[in-house]
């Protein structure tokens, strides 16, 4: 397995996730506190488990890559991005923060799509089109979900 692909899985949910939290919790009446320990336990824990899954999956598939590699390389991938977004939630305020956090996650998916497109010499506009989409899917749907938390005054 190349390095890009061993990175790739932990980057895209890194990216996907913290925009995601970003967008969804920054509709909250929480404080920013809130929003960085979330995206901490993303980067931290949930990432752990993410590591410890696939090499679990790899190991159910008898596979003899090593998975230690692939583990470790999806983790330190993982929390290097999500350091990203926790840097930017440190840094900015809400609805600035949302956006920035929008922006640069887009930046890292179209980058990361556009190595994997082109390793693959396959159409670059429809893939980078198709991971954006499904990304803007996630997003909306945070957005959505914090609004309707918010209101409920929970």
């Given at each position: 397995?190349?390095?890009l692909?061993?990175?790739?899985y932990?980057?895209t949910?890194?990216?996907?996730?913290?925009?995601?939290l970003?967008?969804?919790?920054?509709?909250?009446?929480?404080?920013?506190?809130?929003?960085?320990?979330?995206?901490?336990?993303?980067?931290?824990t949930?990432?752990?488990t993410?590591?410890?899954?696939?090499?679990?999956?790899?190991?159910?598939?008898?596979?003899?890559?090593?998975?230690?590699t692939?583990?470790?390389?999806?983790?330190?991938?993982?929390?290097?991005v999500?350091?990203?977004?926790?840097?930017?939630?440190?840094?900015?305020?809400s609805?600035?923060?949302?956006?920035i956090?929008?922006?640069?996650g887009?930046?890292l998916?179209?980058?990361?799509s556009?190595?994997?497109?082109?390793?693959?010499?396959?159409?670059v506009?429809?893939?980078?089109?198709?991971?954006?989409?499904?990304?803007?899917v996630?997003?909306?749907?945070?957005?959505?979900?914090?609004?309707?938390?918010?209101?409920?005054s929970?």
């Open positions: 397995m190349n390095k692909a061993n990175i790739s932990g980057s949910a890194a990216i996907v996730t913290s925009m995601a970003i967008v969804g919790l920054g509709s909250l009446k929480n404080s920013r506190a809130s929003l960085i320990a979330a995206l901490l336990v993303i980067a931290i949930d990432n752990i993410d590591s410890f899954s696939i090499h679990i999956y790899q190991e159910s598939t008898s596979e003899t890559k090593s998975t230690k692939i583990a470790i390389t999806n983790y330190v991938a993982r929390l290097i999500a350091s990203s977004f926790i840097l930017i939630a440190i840094i900015l305020h609805n600035l923060c949302k956006v956090a929008v922006i640069w887009m930046t998916l179209i980058s990361l556009y190595l994997i497109v082109r390793k693959r010499n396959t159409n506009g429809r893939e980078i089109m198709s991971h954006i989409l499904l990304a803007l996630v997003i909306v749907v945070s957005q959505l979900l914090g609004s309707l938390i918010n209101k409920a929970f």
